[in-house]
């Protein structure tokens, strides 16, 4: 199957803008880049990703909800034989995480085999609400507040606006603050602070497009019922 009629099919975008993403070296097929929209690839066999995030060919669909605990990897196989979130959930399914959580960052997050769910979810246009709690080195000041509020430069871009509030819930190393966030680069709130001279102690996303871990142990996992995943599809168009 021709690559560009493939990310059409996942749902990632009309074919004539995957023509577009694949152009830009933005997808790879097997760990290396490809730009011409008319490579062959076997969905079976190849492993596609799009800037990182496996694509794969639409199946029965699921969605499963993993209450992630630190020091597992966020992604669908490790080189070298780290522990990873799709070895956590064990499904016979080909499942891939909805974007990522670092290493040492915890909480929320989401497998699935549908990708055109995933692409939305992941895309700034629809501006998916992600919550975090951080445990700051210090407390932070109003006006750095205010900064990270309005949107804080990073590389040559600003970050989006967002909600940033001091919870008051101080411990013996620091004390925390919740952000409420549309956007997700790489490394974002830790680097966020790091601009403002705070360090991130403890990192967890408490909440994502609606979905929470309440109730669920550290490590803990659930299938999505089909309310919830009605209403996390029409969250996003679908």
Request: glycine fraction near 10%; charged fraction near 30%; proline fraction near 4%.
């Amino acid at each position: 199957m021709r690559l560009n009629r493939f990310l059409a099919q996942t749902g990632v975008a009309s074919r004539r803008e995957c023509d577009r993403i694949i152009r830009q070296g933005r997808v790879s097929i097997n760990g290396k880049v490809v730009r011409e929209p008319g490579t062959q690839v076997d969905g079976e066999k190849d492993g596609v990703s799009l800037e990182g995030q496996v694509i794969i060919e639409p199946g029965p669909p699921v969605t499963i909800l993993l209450n992630k605990p630190q020091g597992v990897l966020c992604t669908v196989r490790d080189d070298w034989d780290r522990s990873t979130v799709v070895d956590l959930v064990g499904r016979p399914e080909r499942l891939f995480p909805i974007g990522r959580l670092d290493l040492d960052t915890e909480g929320v997050l989401l497998l699935t085999n549908d990708g055109d769910l995933a692409f939305r979810l992941t895309h700034p246009r629809f501006e998916v609400e992600k919550v975090y709690r951080v445990l700051l080195d210090r407390e932070p000041e109003v006006k750095d507040l205010e900064i990270i509020r309005n949107g804080i430069l990073l590389g040559d871009k600003k970050t989006a606006p967002c909600e940033a509030d001091f919870k008051g819930g101080r411990n013996r190393v620091g004390c925390w603050v919740e952000l409420h966030l549309h956007e997700g680069r790489k490394r974002q709130i830790k680097r966020m602070f790091a601009a403002l001279g705070y360090g991130v102690l403890s990192l967890k996303r408490t909440v994502f497009a609606g979905l929470t871990g309440v109730g669920m142990a550290t490590g803990e996992w659930r299938v999505l019922n089909a309310e919830e995943m009605d209403k996390l599809r029409k969250s996003v168009g679908l």
